[in-house]
């Protein structure tokens, strides 16, 4: 009997009633923890992967301050008007005053070997050519480290106190009677002032504008153009009636109302506070040095293109005036260029800055490309000009020309790194442009001096922009096949989360198919 009912007890029959039995309490404790487990488990992942797609979106909500500046930056939306109309005249009073004075030194040129010794000597038009390109470059040169000032003080404070300092600079050149410490009072410190209150008119317009920026930038740029314009005539002028100095002290005057015009630049996006994470009141490495930007492709390509073509940029304002008198004589109306130049330049800037809002995407390059092509055979073109009416159709084009290279700068710098790291692309690009704006002119005056003519020297200012254009080229060849490659990671990472997810569904249906499974419970 004993046999037989242990028999029964583990024959087929109670194997079948062994579902149905009630597990024990403490069986039943270790499935449901297992059950919690796997569903917190799932829960983990899928809230992982949300906040994965939220911070590559920007859309994060977490309690860092990156994340919410992050959201802020999605959220906003450009004025395109109100008081950025006001900060648009402001920087447009700051391109005319800085970059006028700096196109009008041709003028300033003559007056000044006129005043330290004579226009005949040679050795003393290389030094003093080297005042104007000394200036010029610094402006450039000084944009990187102008970039880091605008990220961590802002815009405003950044601006007003280049203005101030640009002020003293030629205030003080107003006193000098050599030219050794022009050098430093115009070549230095004037041009480090302009160079602070120059870029952060730049990049204040993209706080209030977006779908206009590329109008508002030919707006902007064009100021310069007014200036060139107007401000040979005036220093003409100023120069016969009270000299050099008194000249230097009434330029001062543009630069005190552009120090007041730098208090309207408000900034609406957020600042990018060094001490958001540390407490510390130093910057993070990241706002001193931005490596972002380097790492796009386009925009290395752009910041190394660009300079390339300005070798021979800046020498036709420098030594057209000396060449109209040399080839058409002293009484030749040569303020008449600079103006034909500063007319079209004017133009130019309001006409492609618009065209340029209508053209999508880093395509906007094709505009500098065919503006660096032009002004090289301009260049070329200035020594076979026999007659004068040649030189100022040749000056119109170079002027129309050089407006468009000018006023779309900023925006394909948003369309290559972002407005988030846009100061210190467009200053990098400045800085790199320093050294060709500098060595270009006094090069051409070395050769002018040795060949007694600015022929071949105006030839080869006109080969550097044409090599330049052609490198920009490759710029939407290497951001469309960017975008592919960015859509096909999208498209891979998709898969991989649609995957994942999959996969969660298997493992939970797997923890409930083993729950129920009795050979998991013995």
Same mark, same amino acid.
């Given at each position: 009997?004993?046999e037989?009912?242990?028999m029964n007890? *583990?024959?087929?029959?109670?194997?079948q009633?062994a579902?149905?039995?009630?597990p024990?309490?403490a069986?039943e404790k270790?499935?449901?923890?297992?059950?919690?487990?796997?569903?917190?488990?799932?829960?983990?992942k899928e809230?992982?992967?949300?906040?994965?797609?939220?911070?590559? +979106?920007?859309?994060?909500?977490g309690?860092?301050?990156?994340?919410?500046?992050?959201?802020?930056e999605?959220?906003?939306?450009?004025p395109e008007?109100?008081?950025?109309?006001?900060?648009?005249?402001?920087?447009?009073?700051? +391109?005319?005053?800085v970059?006028?004075?700096? +196109?009008?030194?041709?003028?300033l040129f003559?007056?000044?070997?006129?005043e330290? !010794?004579?226009?005949?000597?040679?050795?003393?038009?290389?030094?003093?050519a080297w005042?104007?390109?000394?200036?010029?470059?610094m402006? @450039?040169?000084?944009?990187?480290?102008?970039?880091?000032?605008t990220?961590?003080?802002?815009?405003?404070?950044t601006?007003?106190?280049?203005?101030?300092?640009?002020l003293?600079?030629?205030l003080?050149s107003?006193?000098?009677? =050599?030219?050794g410490?022009m %050098?430093?009072?115009?070549g230095?410190?004037f041009?480090?002032?302009c160079?602070f209150? %120059?870029?952060?008119s730049?990049?204040i317009? !993209?706080?209030?504008f977006?779908?206009r $920026?590329?109008?508002?930038?030919?707006i902007v740029?064009?100021?310069?153009?007014?200036?060139?314009?107007?401000?040979?005539f005036?220093?003409s002028g100023l120069?016969?009636?009270?000299?050099?100095?008194?000249?230097?002290r009434?330029l =001062?005057?543009?630069m005190?109302? $552009?120090?007041?015009a730098g208090?309207?630049?408000k900034?609406?996006?957020?600042? &990018?506070?060094?001490?958001?994470?540390?407490?510390s009141?130093?910057?993070?490495?990241s706002?001193?040095? &931005?490596?972002?930007?380097?790492?796009?492709?386009?925009?290395?390509?752009w910041? @190394?293109?660009i300079?390339?073509?300005l070798?021979?940029?800046?020498?036709?304002?420098v030594?057209?005036?000396?060449?109209?008198?040399?080839? @058409?004589g002293?009484?030749?109306?040569?303020?008449?260029?600079l103006m034909?130049?500063?007319?079209?330049? #004017?133009?130019?800037? $309001?006409?492609?800055?618009?065209?340029?809002d209508?053209?999508?995407?880093? *395509?906007?390059v094709y505009?500098?490309v =065919?503006?660096?092509l032009?002004i090289?055979?301009?260049?070329?073109m200035i020594p076979?000009?026999e007659?004068?009416?040649?030189?100022?159709?040749?000056?119109?084009?170079m002027?129309?020309?050089d407006?468009?290279f000018i006023?779309?700068?900023?925006?394909?710098?948003f369309?290559?790194?972002?407005?988030?790291?846009? =100061?210190?692309?467009?200053g990098?690009?400045l #800085?790199l442009?320093?050294?060709?704006?500098?060595?270009?002119?006094?090069?051409? #005056? @070395?050769?002018r001096?040795?060949l007694?003519?600015?022929?071949?020297?105006?030839?080869?200012?006109?080969?550097?922009p044409?090599?330049?254009?052609?490198?920009?080229?490759l710029?939407?060849w290497?951001?469309a096949?960017?975008k592919?490659?960015e859509?096909?990671e999208?498209?891979?990472k998709?898969?991989?989360?649609?995957q994942?997810m999959?996969?969660?569904e298997k493992?939970?249906?797997?923890?409930?198919?083993?729950?129920g499974?009795?050979?998991?419970? $013995?």
């Amino acid at each position: 009997m004993t046999e037989d009912t242990q028999m029964n007890e *583990s024959g087929p029959g109670a194997a079948q009633d062994a579902p149905a039995a009630a597990p024990g309490p403490a069986q039943e404790k270790r499935l449901q923890e297992a059950e919690e487990k796997g569903k917190e488990k799932s829960e983990e992942k899928e809230e992982e992967e949300e906040e994965e797609e939220k911070r590559e +979106n920007g859309e994060s909500k977490g309690a860092g301050p990156e994340p919410v500046r992050g959201a802020e930056e999605v959220d906003f939306v450009h004025p395109e008007g109100g008081w950025g109309w006001l900060v648009m005249l402001a920087a447009m009073w700051c +391109n005319g005053s800085v970059f006028g004075i700096q +196109n009008a030194f041709g003028i300033l040129f003559l007056s000044l070997l006129r005043e330290f !010794g004579s226009e005949n000597d040679d050795d003393l038009r290389f030094k003093t050519a080297w005042v104007g390109s000394l200036s010029m470059g610094m402006i @450039f040169f000084c944009s990187p480290i102008v970039s880091v000032f605008t990220d961590i003080l802002g815009c405003r404070v950044t601006a007003v106190g280049g203005a101030a300092v640009g002020l003293v600079g030629l205030l003080a050149s107003s006193f000098v009677t =050599s030219l050794g410490p022009m %050098y430093f009072t115009y070549g230095i410190v004037f041009a480090c002032g302009c160079s602070f209150a %120059y870029q952060p008119s730049l990049v204040i317009l !993209g706080h209030y504008f977006k779908k206009r $920026l590329g109008l508002v930038n030919g707006i902007v740029t064009a100021g310069s153009s007014i200036f060139t314009i107007t401000l040979p005539f005036l220093l003409s002028g100023l120069l016969e009636r009270v000299g050099l100095h008194n000249t230097f002290r009434i330029l =001062s005057i543009l630069m005190f109302v $552009l120090m007041l015009a730098g208090f309207t630049y408000k900034p609406l996006l957020p600042l &990018n506070p060094g001490n958001t994470r540390t407490g510390s009141r130093c910057p993070r490495l990241s706002q001193v040095f &931005n490596v972002n930007i380097w790492k796009s492709l386009g925009y290395r390509i752009w910041a @190394f293109g660009i300079p390339a073509a300005l070798y021979g940029y800046f020498v036709p304002y420098v030594h057209l005036m000396k060449h109209v008198e040399e080839r @058409f004589g002293p009484e030749a109306n040569k303020e008449v260029l600079l103006m034909c130049i500063g007319i079209t330049s #004017g133009v130019g800037r $309001l006409i492609f800055g618009r065209v340029a809002d209508y053209m999508q995407g880093v *395509s906007k390059v094709y505009l500098q490309v =065919s503006s660096f092509l032009v002004i090289g055979l301009m260049s070329m073109m200035i020594p076979l000009c026999e007659i004068f009416g040649g030189l100022i159709a040749v000056c119109l084009l170079m002027g129309l020309f050089d407006g468009c290279f000018i006023c779309i700068m900023a925006p394909i710098a948003f369309e290559l790194v972002g407005p988030k790291d846009v =100061s210190q692309a467009i200053g990098f690009l400045l #800085g790199l442009m320093s050294v060709p704006m500098t060595v270009g002119p006094p090069i051409a #005056g @070395f050769l002018r001096d040795r060949l007694k003519s600015y022929d071949v020297a105006f030839y080869l200012a006109g080969i550097p922009p044409i090599i330049g254009g052609a490198v920009l080229c490759l710029i939407p060849w290497v951001e469309a096949r960017r975008k592919r490659r960015e859509e096909e990671e999208a498209l891979r990472k998709g898969q991989d989360v649609t995957q994942k997810m999959l996969d969660g569904e298997k493992a939970q249906g797997d923890v409930a198919y083993k729950s129920g499974d009795p050979e998991s419970v $013995l």
